[in-house]
């Protein structure tokens, strides 16, 4: 047991000095007993007395090493906590007639989000009279989802809530690895090599002086 831990949450050994104590353990049939015999208990078996519930009567103590204690502790919370992880929502907003340049940048901006982890959450905004364009609103989401197939999941189709169309996409797990793949929406500058045109030579100039009969131009 290391004695210089500060944030000690548990009283351990020669820490306990309630009368009594109830003992559990692995390979330890639960019994009550003097708190002194329990820690001669621990130090035969080379572990240590940890009181695990203070507040019952009597103070219930495990027999075991606590170092392992504490890490399985840390394990367990460690646990807890990603299981509890909060998923990021990112906007992307729309308008009714986004442009293919606006709509392949807000596409770019789409995949990183998912490839980080984060939930998307597409929109069309309709102000005014362009409401009449609902449908053309949710061919784009829909055209959306459909780029965004390799990289996201759509969680909830597109759905009207008063000037908003709006849908949902999760990022797509592969295991419990989120999928993560090079960004080139359309229209960006694609990674794959380019073939340079091939420099053709110099040709000399020849600087003496010309001789009849002869053409230095070829």
């Given amino acids: 047991m290391k004695k210089d831990d500060?944030?000690?949450?548990?009283?351990?050994?020669?820490?306990?000095?309630?009368?009594e104590v109830r003992i559990v353990g692995d390979g330890v049939e639960s019994a009550v007993m003097p708190t002194s015999r329990a820690l001669q208990m621990a130090e035969q078996r080379g572990v240590?007395?940890?009181e695990i519930s203070p507040n019952a009567v009597p103070p219930v103590c495990r027999l075991?090493?606590?170092?392992?204690?504490?890490y399985q502790q840390k394990k367990k919370q460690k646990e807890m906590k990603a299981k509890q992880t909060?998923?990021?929502?990112?906007?992307i907003r729309f308008g009714p007639q986004t442009d293919d340049h606006d709509y392949n940048f807000k596409l770019k901006h789409a995949i990183s989000f998912l490839s980080d982890g984060d939930k998307v959450k597409a929109y069309v905004f309709f102000k005014g009279r362009?409401?009449?364009?609902?449908?053309?609103?949710?061919?784009?989401?829909l055209r959306?989802?459909?780029d965004l197939e390799?990289?996201?999941?759509?969680?909830?189709?597109?759905?009207l809530e008063g000037k908003r169309m709006i849908m949902f996409v999760a990022p797509k797990k592969v295991g419990n690895a989120v999928v993560k793949k090079p960004v080139e929406a359309a229209g960006e500058v694609s990674d794959a090599p380019v073939k340079k045109a091939p420099q053709q030579k110099a040709r000399k100039e020849y600087t003496g002086p010309k001789v009849e009969g002869e053409d230095f131009d070829d």
């Fill in 64 to 70: 075991i090493d606590y170092s392992k204690f504490i």
């Fill in 48 to 50: 240590d007395l940890v």
């Fill in 130 to 141: 362009s409401i009449l364009f609902k449908e053309q609103g949710e061919v784009l989401l």
């Fill in 86 to 91: 909060v998923v990021n929502v990112k906007e």
């Fill in 144 to 146: 959306f989802a459909a």
């Fill in 150 to 159: 390799e990289y996201g999941k759509v969680e909830s189709m597109p759905v």
């Fill in 6 to 19: 500060k944030k000690q949450q548990y009283r351990v050994n020669e820490q306990i000095r309630v009368r």
